[in-house]
């Protein structure tokens, strides 16, 4: 199975109607797509991108897909996240995916960074609610992939030691494929 597919997996096992969720890349907006069709009518999600290509694009997909009235889309660094969403959501996300790296078709030199990557990913643990989800998918073949993917992996660690229950999944060291690291809260 792809990365992508298993995070879709985890996501889909997460999300059900009326839910909050977070894009923290949207990228061409596959995922911001799959996480508004999993909330339904009645969810929200919130979808971040620092290009307005890459937000162009999950809007067009979003509004063919009948999609975008549940969809609010930022253009702003995720690192952001939590000054970018309604104070009431605080604590009320029930999933959440990065997946990292460069838009597609697009410049390949403006990818996701550790410095910003790192916050946002802490940011997004933060606005979880109990039994919430945070999906990341790290890429390593790109300059700049092993070190943001090691940052990561850094962060699950910690994550882990602090009670979040974290599985890495498809890490193979020396190579260069994608990996995921998901992180749930408690649910205490
Ligand atoms: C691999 S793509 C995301 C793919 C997307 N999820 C999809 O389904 O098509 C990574 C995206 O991260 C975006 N990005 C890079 N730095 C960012 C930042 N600081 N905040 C938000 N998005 C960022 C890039 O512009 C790019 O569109």
């Known amino acids: 199975m792809r990365v992508t597919e298993l995070a879709g997996a985890l ?17 061409r907006g596959r995922d911001t797509q799959l996480l508004a069709a999993l909330v339904g009518p009645t969810g929200r999600v919130h979808a971040f991108d620092v290009q307005p290509e890459a937000v162009e694009s999950t809007r067009a997909l979003l ?14 660094c995720h690192s ?6 309604p104070a ?11 997946n990292l790296g460069y838009l597609p078709g697009a410049d390949h ?21 109990p039994g919430g989800r945070l ?16 940052q990561v992996l850094a962060l699950a660690m910690a994550a882990k030691s602090e009670g979040w229950e ?10 260069d494929r994608p990996w995921i690291a998901d992180f749930k809260r408690r649910l205490v």
């Open 11 to 27: 996501l889909r096992e997460t999300l059900k109607e009326g839910d909050l969720a977070l894009d923290g890349t949207a990228g």
């Open 88 to 98: 009431e959501n605080r604590g009320k996300v029930a999933a959440a995916v990065f």
């Open 109 to 129: 030199a403006v990818t996701t960074s550790p410095g910003t990557t790192l916050s946002a990913l802490r940011a997004t643990m933060d606005l979880l609610r």
């Open 135 to 150: 999906v990341c998918v790290c890429y390593t073949g790109h300059p700049g992939g092993s070190d943001e993917a090691e």
């Open 80 to 85: 952001e996240v939590a000054a970018a969403l």
């Open 166 to 175: 974290v599985s890495v999944m498809g890490r193979e060291a020396g190579t």
């Open 63 to 76: 509004a063919e897909a009948g999609l975008l009235d549940r969809c609010t889309l930022h253009l702003r």
